[in-house]
């Protein structure tokens, strides 16, 4: 029973989810702007948090702490550690592997938060279920890819939500069959 | 006198124009699936068209012939051939030069159809007013990059519309000022 796996992040107009070397500074004026977090609309409803190294890192390195208290995370990485917030474990397995503990455990909707490699193999491996992005009205130009496995799908536009900042959330069901065929 | 010019394309969900060798065959089933062709709906608004050389000739290898007869279109190329279709011309000259020629024909709002080499020469120049961006329910994985200048530049999400296909187009207008001081 595979847990249904959610890749919602917030990405540039230009599909960039963070700078080449990982920070997502040019978030801060989207998060600042309003109450209604775009970049945390998908929060509510899922159990459990997955995550890659870099991701975590970025995340620790923000001001105000760990942004993500009381939900559960598995941090996917090859080299463990041991000092990490409370709820956040560290794991060096395959993503299958992490989700098929993370269902024994009872969570059935996980945030996969990033990062695009990570993302991108789940991608290739067939493992992501729903793609939240959130477009943010910026221009990046350069940057880690929303996916990294080159692996093609077609989506199903599912929901959208628009904030005041300017950022539109697109929500899709990952399509299952072969691209080619597809009939969008 | 500038005149406006706005860059409407479709983009992969992941910010892909077109396929690494620049076929867009994966926009056709999004172009068949209705009569509201997202990808051209700003047109009616325009007075001519820029593209580069990479784009002429993936539009030439489209099926039906010249998909833009009846508007004036230049091609920015080094190298400039005869055999063009009607109203189209090609010029050996920089994007600026291009612009004020066709604002001295009296065309006011100009479509930069691509792609993205020409984009991102024309954004990090300044030249770009609009952004219209289609995104395809669709993850490309690879491919050309809806702009290759690596500039940063905030954006205003203007309007949007929703179609059938699942294609999301928004309109923004390009930020002048400098993004590190921008307040989204």
């Not at 620790?60 to 041991?82: D, F, I, N, Q, S």
């Not at 009872?106 to 695009?116: D, E, F, M, N, T």
């Amino acid at each position: 029973m595979k847990p249904t796996l959610i890749y919602s992040v917030a990405a540039s107009l230009d599909g960039y989810i963070a700078r080449p070397d990982g920070r997502i500074d040019w978030l801060d004026a989207i998060q600042a702007s309003s109450d209604e977090h775009s970049y945390h609309a998908v929060y509510d409803g899922i159990d459990a948090l997955l995550m890659g190294r870099m991701t975590f890192d970025a995340l620790m390195a923000l001001e105000g702490g760990w942004p993500y208290p009381g939900k559960p995370c598995r941090v996917l990485t090859r080299h463990p550690h041991e000092q990490l917030p409370e709820g956040v474990s560290m794991h060096h397995c395959t993503p299958i592997e992490a989700l098929t503990e993370q269902a024994e455990q009872g969570h059935q909707r996980i945030w996969l938060v990033g990062g695009g490699s990570l993302a991108g193999n789940c991608f290739a491996a067939g493992l992501l279920d729903e793609l939240v992005v959130s477009v943010v009205p910026y221009v990046l130009g350069a940057g880690i890819p929303m996916f990294s496995s080159g692996l093609e799908r077609s989506l199903r536009l599912h929901k959208q939500r628009n904030f005041s900042s300017g950022v539109v959330q697109l929500h899709y069901q990952v399509l299952a069959e072969n691209p080619a065929s597809a009939a969008l």
